[in-house]
């Protein structure tokens, strides 16, 4: 536990030196050695906080070159989470592309009338949610949760609660950053929405799964600039 926390402050750490010192798409970042000086952890936990940076976007690994910026946080985030939980936030989305495109698989194949129906009733609330200036979150989170019920397994139902908080602070933020920017990116984010809903409502089991890990991972690029 230790360790992860050294590498959550490292990775954080590294976003902040990228933010304060306004480092552009494809600067190259300090040597692993030099990295691990600022931050003051070893150079193991450098290199664990970079492959996370990778995974999450920020930052690209190029062989025998070192690391590169690839992408920075938008502005917006800061309002809704923490620089020291940026880390322990996104990784959620690597356990949310497990989970949820499973569940909107699981419910294209196992969905009652009823819940097909609530799942309709969930994205008739978040459509008008996304189209006014409501905040949103609350109707985008049911919508979810409404497809995790219509797996019929309670497991899915409990893993999906235990990431409630982060994915909750992921939608306040997507959907903020996402009305500072032209009106065609809330557009995109409720397509994405419909894509899913009509794969399960056709039982497309693939299809819905295929359009969930769409869905989350243009949700997790809308995080940035």
């Given at each position: 536990?230790?360790?992860?926390?050294?590498a959550?402050?490292?990775?954080?750490?590294?976003?902040?030196?990228?933010n304060?010192?306004?480092l552009?798409?494809?600067?190259?970042?300090?040597s692993?050695?030099?990295?691990?000086?600022?931050?003051?952890v070893?150079?193991?936990i450098?290199?664990?906080?970079?492959?996370?940076?990778?995974?999450?976007?920020?930052?690209?690994?190029?062989?025998g070159?070192?690391?590169?910026?690839?992408?920075?946080?938008?502005?917006?985030l800061?309002?809704?989470?923490?620089?020291?939980?940026?880390?322990?936030t996104?990784?959620?989305?690597?356990?949310r592309?497990v989970?949820?495109?499973?569940?909107?698989?699981?419910a294209?194949v196992?969905r009652?009338?009823?819940?097909?129906?609530?799942?309709?009733?969930?994205?008739?609330?978040l459509r008008?949610?996304?189209?006014?200036?409501?905040?949103?979150?609350d109707?985008?989170?049911e919508?979810?949760?409404?497809?995790v019920?219509?797996?019929a397994?309670?497991?899915?139902?409990?893993?999906?609660?235990?990431?409630?908080?982060?994915?909750?602070?992921?939608?306040?933020a997507?959907?903020?950053?996402?009305?500072?920017?032209?009106?065609?990116?809330?557009?995109?984010?409720m397509?994405?929405?419909?894509m899913?809903?009509?794969?399960?409502?056709?039982?497309?089991?693939?299809?819905?799964a295929?359009?969930?890990?769409?869905?989350?991972?243009?949700?997790?690029?809308?995080?940035?600039?």
């Open positions: 536990m230790v360790e992860e926390r050294q959550d402050r490292a990775y954080a750490s590294i976003v902040e030196l990228i304060v010192d306004r552009e798409i494809g600067d190259r970042l300090p692993e050695a030099r990295l691990a000086e600022m931050v003051g070893s150079r193991t450098i290199r664990e906080a970079l492959v996370r940076l990778a995974s999450d976007g920020f930052t690209e690994p190029r062989r070159a070192g690391s590169f910026v690839k992408g920075r946080p938008s502005d917006r800061s309002a809704h989470m923490k620089l020291a939980d940026l880390s322990t996104l990784g959620s989305y690597e356990v592309f989970l949820e495109a499973e569940s909107a698989r699981l294209a196992r009652s009338a009823d819940q097909m129906a609530s799942i309709d009733d969930g994205l008739v609330r008008a949610a996304l189209l006014s200036s409501a905040p949103a979150h109707e985008d989170m919508l979810h949760r409404r497809i019920l219509a797996t397994n309670p497991a899915f139902e409990v893993a999906f609660a235990a990431l409630a908080a982060d994915i909750d602070r992921i939608m306040r997507g959907v903020d950053i996402s009305r500072s920017r032209p009106p065609e990116v809330i557009g995109a984010m397509r994405e929405h419909e899913i809903v009509d794969a399960i409502r056709a039982q497309d089991a693939d299809g819905a295929l359009a969930m890990r769409w869905h989350l991972s243009e949700g997790r690029k809308r995080l940035m600039p």
